[in-house]
């Protein structure tokens, strides 16, 4: 899978910290999210998917990794 963020969106709430604290940091100086790993382990899923539904901006989104044909259920 992979995580994208859209910095236009992002408005700094942090709820994707919250759900998903080793995908997401907080960044202190542009007061926007911060995406730690841009290709998550699928053990993160169930977390990466929390912060994508309580972003309230709308400013995340998972989508397939190219790289990973295999993960058709995401
Ligand atoms: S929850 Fe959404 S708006 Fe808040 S920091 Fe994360 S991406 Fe940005």
Redesign the pocket.
């Known amino acids: 899978m992979r995580v994208a963020?859209?910095l236009d969106?992002?408005?700094?709430?942090?709820?994707?910290?919250e759900?998903a604290p080793t995908v997401?940091a907080?960044d202190e100086q542009t007061r926007?999210?911060d995406v730690l790993q841009e290709h998550p382990e699928e053990s993160l899923r169930d977390q990466v998917k929390a912060?994508v539904a309580?972003?309230?901006?709308?400013?995340?989104s998972l989508t397939h990794a190219l790289a990973d044909p295999t993960n058709e259920d995401d």
């Open positions: 963020a859209d969106l992002c408005q700094g709430h942090a709820e994707c910290v759900e997401f907080y926007q999210v912060a309580y972003c309230p901006a709308m400013a995340l």
